[in-house]
């Protein structure tokens, strides 16, 4: 039996199951499971052993010895060297060589050697409780009596009597006293590490024998302990300069949790040294200044500039800005002649926002590099204490971690738990024990760390890094720290947390106690400490007059990937694209459309599908809603462009209408037609997401802004399943190019249309998104034809710029007979539409009375009523783009019939859809041409509460009630 084997059925439940165990291994060795009884043997042999050579207290212990270290704060090369018992010799014999050994003896050494097993395996579990993590000491752990030798039957006669432990926790044979200082110099130092709950054998042991062979404590060299420090200098003067410069400006400051800067720099050092290149950051603002400044090497001189109220990029580049905790840049850093290339992804104050985001560009990352082990590009995301139990982000961040199609090979968590939230104490803001507990969901090991030890920290850290470079998993950092002052720095704490804010009040900083740790063990003089303070402080003094005259010379975009590419602002911006393409594409997609392989069982209802779209590329008819997507992915990743969709079941589609992926009915293996186009194809990847909207979304919108050469689309299951996801659409979707210079081009499918399905799904609450757009800062549109849906997907890419386009997109239209385009729609010359002008026969144009505009389904409700009715001077036009809104096609459209009354005609309640956003625009529109209509006229449901009736004969009533408003003219 393994260590490891020994260690997962050793625990306190298993006790009298292992006693009877061993009372039948003794009356018949054959009783029990052969691994059983190699254990029971090798616990009778080396009892009989130890007892027939040792009585009684006679271990000492042997020098250790620690390899030289390498530059900068790393740690020794190897490991301390150990002899094979543990670094224990016995010193003399207590009986002579060949002395007998009763059985009963023997019995009760094994027991012993179980019961210390046990013993050991509750500090590996219960350890971190009684670890001194706190740098406060506000809260004194209690004992706990899982880690007390006497809750295993020792008594303090037992503790110097040695004992086998089969070469657990690095020893052969120990005595109850060694056993539990060892153990409590490994797990209940500054450092307490919950591992015991994963369930993958290799991996807790890895931690185990990680941790257990140095004692869970690093030997640096006296070069190491000086970079630490010198971190700590930077980090600590930093703040302090900003604080004495700038008072009672907010700033966010990382004053009490400066050992994340030493430990970060050890993530990127040790990542470098493991295989990482690149390495993207996503964090909330507490501390970013810092991380900016001293990790990423923004200029200081920027940050004071930005302090003094100049922009953060040039004058001529457009956008409202953000404030400067909000803001990302990017940097390369050397380590030990390895560059590594460093981002930090721009967020809102929303927190834990940012995360799927960073999931998105380190998974789009890792694809541009073709890093397919996932060990080149990695994310490190930081946390508050409260947002990371708090928010359910945090648990979506992690769902995501395992799952294909998103997982990134391991994110690092490094939460800066400050032990409050904004005036919330842990009590009050959470039910778990730790901050870190929604970690365990993925089984992530969890290392607890006390920020004043900032050794233990960086220890921390080497650990982490290896752990997720060996098993490209998420690990989490606990860093137990403070928060020097409030919230911001203008706020009081002391309202609300008077003790804990006395206690800081005569707390000396992280910097000041390393240092004198640093003197008293002669390493440094005081002298040396404050030579490094002052040289700090001259080059802070330097960067301030220097950021006098800074002036930013670039913007921090259209680099890279983005090359080529350039700002939707000018003058010359095409907002069309070439989107037609020759016959021979479409027929080429068509064919492997319709065309399923041999050799599978399809399902009998799709084959008829399947021959419907045959159909539809032999005469040029009839292309319906799906084929037409299809036809946008397939002629874009024939052209080189990969396509990504996810969403909620969107393989086959919420109404059955994509099929994207064919399933073989007697294997369940499954094949994409349009995978299968041509040889050297882009590829096409179409993800059933897990029940999620803002993670999914914001790891999709995270994708689009490290690549925008793909395709990427988020699909809902209905459109008001968005509602979850809305801080993602709020704060990155249609304000994160105004912000913070980030232009992404994802697009968001959302089903939309009253068909009487009640109030939950038929609204995608098209108004929100009117509600946001501005400065041409995405697109909105509600298209009609899948000619036009295709031709709006393929802009996306092919203009020279990226924007975020909102799709309403159809649910009975899916099948609706009239909603059909031609093959040539989708040719060669033809574009997207933004308004479709009436298309039937009617009267002459001046002699039509009412001109009836809308968008989406409900045209066809009143197509079809008009075609009933036979009227012929009713003009039905389609505003297909809401935004940016089509003035001048309008305006073309209405010049047309200068004697008509306008009325906008919609499915929505008034207060809904697109009425409020529509009206004065129409207005201005009608008010350009001179038309005889001065405003426009409202037809649609009263304003209402609800989005929709859920009783369907109300449903009907009211859809029939609007189309004969819309189409009767008085």
Not at 30 to 45: I, K, M, T, Y
Not at 648 to 665: E, I, N
Not at 805 to 819: D, N
């Amino acid at each position: 039996m393994k260590p490891q084997d020994i260690d997962t059925i050793l625990n306190e439940s298993n006790a009298t199951y292992i006693a009877e165990l061993y009372a039948r291994y003794q009356s018949n060795p054959s009783a029990v499971d052969q691994s059983w009884a190699e254990f029971f043997d090798g616990l009778q042999d080396d009892a009989s052993d130890l007892l027939a050579e040792m009585q009684g207290p006679s271990w000492q212990p042997r020098e250790t010895k620690v390899v030289g270290g390498m530059e900068g704060y790393d740690v020794s090369q190897g490991h301390a060297e150990r002899p094979a018992n543990g670094g224990y010799a016995p010193a003399a014999h207590a009986a002579p060589q060949g002395a007998p050994v009763s059985s009963d003896a023997i019995r009760a050494a094994a027991h012993d050697s179980i019961r210390a097993l046990m013993l050991i395996r509750s500090y590996r579990v219960r350890g971190h409780l009684e670890a001194n993590l706190d740098p406060l000491g506000l809260a004194p752990r209690d004992p706990h009596p899982e880690l007390d030798p006497k809750t295993y039957g020792f008594t303090e006669a037992d503790m110097d009597r040695p004992i086998y432990i089969a070469n657990v926790l690095g020893l052969e044979t120990a005595t109850i006293r060694q056993i539990v200082s060892l153990a409590r110099k490994t797990y209940c130092g500054s450092i307490g590490i919950e591992f015991m709950h994963i369930q993958e054998p290799e991996q807790k042991s890895w931690i185990q024998q990680r941790v257990e062979s140095i004692g869970n404590q690093t030997q640096f060299t006296a070069r190491g302990k000086e970079a630490i420090l010198e971190r700590l200098v930077e980090a600590e003067g930093f703040e302090n300069y900003l604080h004495t410069k700038y008072v009672g400006t907010k700033r966010f400051g990382i004053d009490g949790g400066e050992a994340l800067m030493p430990a970060l720099e050890q993530i990127l050092k040790r990542g470098s040294q493991l295989g990482i290149r690149e390495v993207v950051f996503g964090m909330p603002h507490r501390g970013r200044l810092n991380v900016l400044a001293n990790v990423l090497n923004k200029p200081f001189q920027a940050i004071f500039s930005e302090f003094m109220g100049n922009p953060s990029k040039p004058d001529d580049v457009m956008g409202s800005g953000d404030v400067k905790y909000h803001l990302g840049t990017s940097a390369d850093r050397e380590f030990d002649g390895n560059v590594v290339h460093l981002s930090l992804t721009a967020n809102p104050s929303h927190l834990e926002a940012v995360n799927t985001v960073v999931l998105g560009k380190v998974r789009a990352k890792q694809a541009q590099r073709k890093d397919t082990a996932r060990e080149q590009v990695m994310g490190i995301l930081l946390h508050g204490d409260a947002a990371f139990a708090g928010q359910g982000l945090v648990a979506e961040t992690f769902d995501l971690s395992h799952l294909k199609g998103y997982r990134t090979g391991g994110t690092i968590h490094f939460v800066v738990n400050n032990q409050i939230g904004f005036t919330t104490k842990p009590s009050d803001s959470r039910s778990s024990p730790y901050c870190s507990d929604i970690a365990k969901v993925v089984q992530a090991p969890i290392i607890h760390v006390n920020g004043d030890d900032p050794e233990a920290v960086v220890h921390a850290a080497r650990i982490a890094t290896e752990f997720r470079q060996e098993f490209k998993q998420d690990v989490v950092i606990d860093m137990f720290c403070y928060r020097r002052f409030g919230h911001n720095e203008s706020d009081e704490p002391a309202f609300t947390q008077p003790k804990m804010y006395d206690v800081i009040g005569k707390h000396p900083t992280t910097k000041d106690i390393y240092a004198q740790k640093l003197v008293k063990e002669g390493l440094l003089t005081e002298e040396r400490v404050k030579e490094l303070d002052q040289k700090f402080q001259n080059y802070l003094d330097d960067e301030f007059k220097a950021s006098e005259a800074y002036r930013p010379n670039k913007a921090d975009w259209l680099e890279g990937k983005w090359s080529g590419l350039a700002s939707s602002h000018g003058e010359d911006a095409d907002w069309t694209g070439q989107t037609g393409v020759e016959n021979d594409l479409l027929q080429e997609v068509g064919r492997a459309l319709s065309t399923p392989p041999s050799d599978y069982d399809i399902n009998k209802k799709i084959l008829r599908q399947l021959k419907a779209k045959a159909k539809m590329f032999e005469t040029g008819e009839g292309i319906d809603w799906a084929t037409g997507e299809a036809l946008a992915f397939g002629t874009l990743m024939c052209e080189g462009t990969p396509v990504r969709l996810s969403g909620q079941d969107c393989q086959r589609g919420t109404f059955s209408q994509r099929h994207a992926k064919l399933v073989d009915q007697t294997n369940e293996a499954k094949y994409t037609p349009l995978n299968n186009i041509r040889t050297g194809q882009a590829e096409l990847e179409v993800l059933n997401s897990p029940l999620s909207e803002a993670g999914v979304l914001g790891f999709e919108y995270g994708i689009t802004l490290a690549e925008p050469h793909s395709l990427v689309l988020w699909e809902a299951q209905f459109g008001d399943f968005a509602n979850g996801a809305q801080v993602i659409i709020d704060q990155f979707i249609s304000s994160g190019e105004a912000k913070w210079l980030r232009m992404s081009g994802l697009v968001m499918l959302l089903p939309h249309g009253y068909e009487g399905q009640g109030p939950e799904h038929s609204s995608a609450r098209l108004e929100r998104y009117l509600q946001l757009c501005g400065e041409n800062n995405m697109q909105v549109a509600n298209v009609t034809t899948p000619a036009n849906y295709y031709h709006i997907l393929r802009r996306q890419i092919r203009r020279s710029f990226r924007k975020p386009l909102i799709l309403m997109t159809p649910k009975s239209l899916l099948r609706h007979k009239q909603a059909v385009s031609p093959l040539s729609d989708f040719g060669p010359g033809t574009i997207f539409q933004s308004v479709i002008g009436e298309t039937g026969k009617l009267t002459d144009a001046k002699k039509v009375k009412r001109v009836v505009l809308s968008a989406g389904k409900v045209y066809y409700d009143l197509l079809a009523e008009r075609e009933n009715r036979g009227i012929d001077d009713v003009a039905l036009v389609r505003v297909e783009q809401l935004y940016p809104w089509p003035a001048k096609e309008l305006a073309e459209e209405l010049a047309k019939y200068p004697n008509a009354d306008v009325v906008w005609c919609q499915e929505e309640p008034e207060n809904m859809g697109s009425w409020y956003f529509v009206d004065r625009r129409i207005e201005g529109v009608l008010s350009e041409i001179k038309h005889k209509a001065s405003r426009p006229i409202y037809v649609g449901r009263k304003a209402a509460a609800s989005p929709a009736t859920g009783l369907l004969k109300a449903h009907l009533r009211e859809q029939a009630e609007l189309v004969d408003a819309a189409l009767s003219v008085k």
